[in-house]
C-alpha cells in the first residue's frame, strides 16, 4: 500500500510517500512559504532533486501542486492518483479523546478543532491540510496520527498536574509531544542493540526547534518533558519550556500585560531566541558565541543544563537506563551540544568517546551511532529520526483496526480454558531458603499445583515493606535460580512499594523488599513484581489454539460478571498444562472462585 504523509505549518507543507510493503519512500518534498508570494517546492524522488517557484496562495493550491508532481515529474513515483492507498495527516494534539491514530471523520475534525487553543500554532494549520487534500482525494481514507498517541499511557502520578482535582479531571493534564519521533528511535535503538524493546529503558532526546525529553520503559513512554501543551519542559527555539506559573499573574498586575500577549511572549519570543536576542537557530547562536557574545553562549548553556537536568532525573525515575539516544535537528548534527549535555553525568554511567562524536554522521544509510566512550556504562546513541515513516505505520494501524470493525467479528473458542487465582507467594533460590529456614533447609511440599514438577510448600515467609508488612506468603517450590515475590495491587500499597506488572523471571529494574523467616532475614534487592496475567500451554496446546509463545491473547469470562481479560501472555513448554493464571484483584473484580473457566477470543472474518 502506498501512503502519502501530510505535515502541514502556518505557511509550509511537508510531504512524503511511502510504499508500506518495503517502507521505501518514494517520493519527499516541502512547499514553503504559503500565501507569501513566490512560493518554493522543492522535493526529491529517484535521485533527483528538483525546486521551483510556484503559485501557492493557500493549502489548496499547495496540495494541488504536490499531487501533481507526484504523477508528472520526471521519474514519478506512481503513474495515477488512484495509486495512493491512504493519506495520513500528522496531527499536534489528540487531547484525552484520541489515544491512537484514527480514521477522520467529522467528529475527528471539530475535535482537532476543539483543541486549537492547546495548539494555536499548529491545529489550524493541519486543519487546513486536511479539508485541502479531502477536497481533492475525496474518496481515499484520510487518517489522523497524533503527536500526544506515544504519551497515553503515562501513569496518573506522572501526568496529573497539583491542581484542585475538579481541574484535573476536565483534562488538564500531561499530554506529551514528539510521539512519533520518540517511538522510531526506540526501535531503532533496540534494533542496533539486538533487544528486545520490551526490555529496554531508554531516555529519548529529541532536540531542535522544539525540543523534548522522553523517559521509555519497556516500549511505553511513562513521562516526557512537554506537558498540557508543548510549551512546558526545555528550552526551545522560541518556547519558555518549565516556568514558575507565579511569574505570569505577576507580568500581568505588573508590567500590564494581556494575556494574549503573554502568550504570544511564551510561544515565540521566548526559549533561545529570548535569551539570547540573536536568534532562535542553534547554528547562530554558536556562530554569535564564538565571537563571544555572552547572550548567545548562556542560552546555549541554558538549553543545555536543562537537557541534562531531564536525564539526570529520566535516569532515576527509571531505575536506571539502558540507552540514551539523541535525535532531531540539533541531537544529529550538533556534537558540541551533545558533549555538552553529557559533561557531569559520568558518575551516573554516561560518558561520550570525543573521536565517536566527532565522526558520527547519521542518515538514511548510516541511522545509528554509538558515541558512548569505552567506559560509559549506558550506550549513548545517536539516532536519525523518520517520523514520516512512523506517522505512516500508525496510518495502516488505523485502516487495519477500522477494516476489523467493518468486516470480523469477536468470536469465542468454545474449548474452556482452567482460570486459577494465584494468590500471593515466593519463589525462593537456594541460598535464600537456608538463609531463612537454616541452613541444609528443605523445602517440603504441603500440596502439588496444577503444573507438573511444582508443588506450594508447608513454609511461609513474612514480607516487610517501607509501609507495612504481610505475613505467611506461601512458597512455591521447587527452588529456583534466583528469588521472586509476586503480589496484588493491593498488597503492593500495603507493603508501600511500585511493583510493576511484568512477566515471571523479568526482575531487573523492580523494587526490593525483606523477606522475613523463622532463622533470619534476606533484604532482596530486587525481584517484587505483580504478574502479568497469563496462560500455560503445552506445544499441542498451542497448536491446536493456533497460538505460540510470547503471543499476547484475549480471554473471555462468563457468569454474572462477564469480561474479556486483554494483555493474556501466552508461555508454551512441553511440562505445563493448561491454565490461566490472575491475581486476587483481578479475580475479586470478576467475582470468581479460586478455580474457574475462560474461552479465547479470536478475531473471525465474516466472509470465511
Keep these: 500500500m502506498k501512503v502519502l504523509v501530510i505535515n502541514s505549518g502556518s ?48 493549502h489548496l493550491s499547495a496540495i494541488d501542486c504536490i499531487l501533481k508532481s507526484l504523477t508528472g515529474v520526471e521519474k514519478a513515483p506512481i503513474s495515477k492518483l488512484s495509486e495512493i492507498g491512504a493519506v495520513a495527516h500528522r496531527i499536534g494534539h489528540g487531547g484525552t479523546l484520541y489515544r491512537g491514530p484514527v480514521v477522520i471523520d467529522q467528529k475527528v475534525i471539530d475535535e482537532i478543532r476543539r483543541l486549537i487553543p492547546l495548539m494555536p500554532l499548529h491545529h489550524p494549520a493541519m486543519l487546513t491540510g486536511i479539508e485541502a487534500c479531502q477536497k481533492i482525494l475525496p474518496d481515499v481514507p484520510h487518517v489522523a496520527v497524533f503527536d500526544t498517541s506515544f504519551h497515553s499511557m503515562i501513569p496518573e502520578e506522572a501526568a496529573i498536574y497539583g491542581l484542585p482535582y475538579e481541574i484535573s479531571a476536565q483534562g488538564i493534564r500531561k499530554f506529551g509531544f514528539h510521539g512519533n519521533s520518540h517511538e522510531y528511535v526506540a526501535l531503532k535503538a533496540a534494533e542496533y542493540l539486538e533487544r528486545p524493546l520490551k526490555r529496554l529503558n531508554i531516555i529519548s532526546c529529541h532536540l531542535g526547534n522544539g525540543a523534548s525529553i522522553c523517559a521509555i520503559q519497556r516500549g511505553h513512554s511513562i513521562d516526557t518533558s512537554m506537558g498540557f501543551s508543548p510549551l512546558e519542559g526545555l528550552i526551545m527555539g522560541t518556547r519558555v519550556g518549565d516556568l514558575d506559573p507565579g511569574i505570569i499573574p505577576y507580568l500581568m498586575r505588573e508590567q500590564k500585560l494581556s494575556i494574549d500577549e503573554i502568550d504570544k511572549m511564551l510561544n515565540n519570543k521566548s526559549g533561545l531566541l529570548g535569551i539570547s536576542g540573536v536568534s532562535s537557530d542553534m547554528r547562530e547562536l554558536i556562530a554569535a558565541a564564538e565571537g563571544d557574545h555572552a547572550r548567545a553562549l548562556l542560552a546555549i548553556k541554558t538549553f543545555c543544563y536543562r537537557i541534562k537536568k531531564y536525564i539526570g532525573a529520566y535516569h532515576g525515575i527509571l531505575g536506571g537506563a539502558d540507552a540514551l539516544i539523541f535525535t532531531g535537528g540539533i541531537g544529529e548534527n550538533n556534537r558540541g551540544i551533545r558533549v555538552r549535555c553529557i559533561q557531569g553525568l559520568e558518575k551516573i554511567g554516561f560518558a561520550v568517546d570525543i573521536v565517536r562524536n566527532d565522526r558520527c554522521k547519521v542518515n538514511d544509510a548510516n541511522a545509528v551511532c554509538d558515541i558512548s566512550a569505552r567506559y560509559s556504562n549506558i550506550p549513548i546513541l545517536v539516532v536519525a529520526t523518520d517520523e514520516e515513516l512512523m506517522i505512516a505505520r500508525q496510518c495502516a494501524l488505523a485502516l487495519d483496526y477500522k477494516r476489523s470493525i467493518k468486516q470480523d467479528v469477536m468470536a469465542t473458542d468454545k474449548r474452556p480454558i482452567r482460570i486459577s487465582v494465584s494468590v500471593r507467594h515466593a519463589h525462593l533460590s537456594k541460598p535464600d531458603v537456608e538463609a531463612l529456614f537454616g541452613p541444609g533447609h528443605v523445602l517440603t511440599a504441603k500440596s502439588p499445583l496444577y503444573i507438573d514438577s511444582e508443588f506450594a510448600a508447608h513454609e511461609t515467609v513474612n514480607l516487610i515493606g517501607p509501609r507495612g508488612r504481610v505475613n505467611s506468603v506461601r512458597i512455591i517450590g521447587p527452588e529456583r535460580p534466583k528469588t521472586q515475590v509476586e503480589i496484588s495491587r493491593t498488597e503492593e500499597f500495603q507493603l508501600g512499594i511500585n ?85 486476587t484483584d483481578e479475580a475479586n473484580a470478576a467475582e470468581l472462585p479460586p478455580v474457574s473457566q475462560g474461552y479465547l477470543v479470536r478475531i473471525e472474518s465474516r466472509n470465511g
Design 11 to 58: 505557511s509550509s507543507l511537508k510531504y512524503e510517500l511511502f510504499n508500506l510493503d518495503t517502507e521505501a519512500s518514494l517520493m519527499s518534498g516541502a512547499v514553503s512559504r504559503i500565501g507569501l508570494g513566490g512560493a518554493q517546492h522543492a522535493y526529491s524522488c529517484a535521485s533527483q532533486e528538483e525546486s521551483q517557484t510556484i503559485e501557492a496562495p493557500d
Design 499 to 583: 511493583a510493576p506488572i511484568r512477566e515471571s523471571g523479568d526482575l531487573q529494574g523492580t523494587p526490593g523488599i525483606i523477606l522475613e523467616g523463622p532463622a533470619g532475614r534476606v533484604e532482596l534487592p530486587e525481584g517484587v513484581i505483580c504478574a502479568m496475567r497469563h496462560i500455560h500451554m503445552t506445544p499441542e496446546d498451542a497448536e491446536n489454539y493456533g497460538v505460540k509463545d510470547k503471543d499476547i491473547v484475549m480471554v473471555s469470562i462468563e457468569g454474572e460478571r462477564e469480561l474479556i481479560f486483554g494483555d493474556v501472555l501466552v508461555r508454551v513448554k512441553s511440562n505445563y498444562k493448561l491454565e490461566m493464571h490472575i491475581d
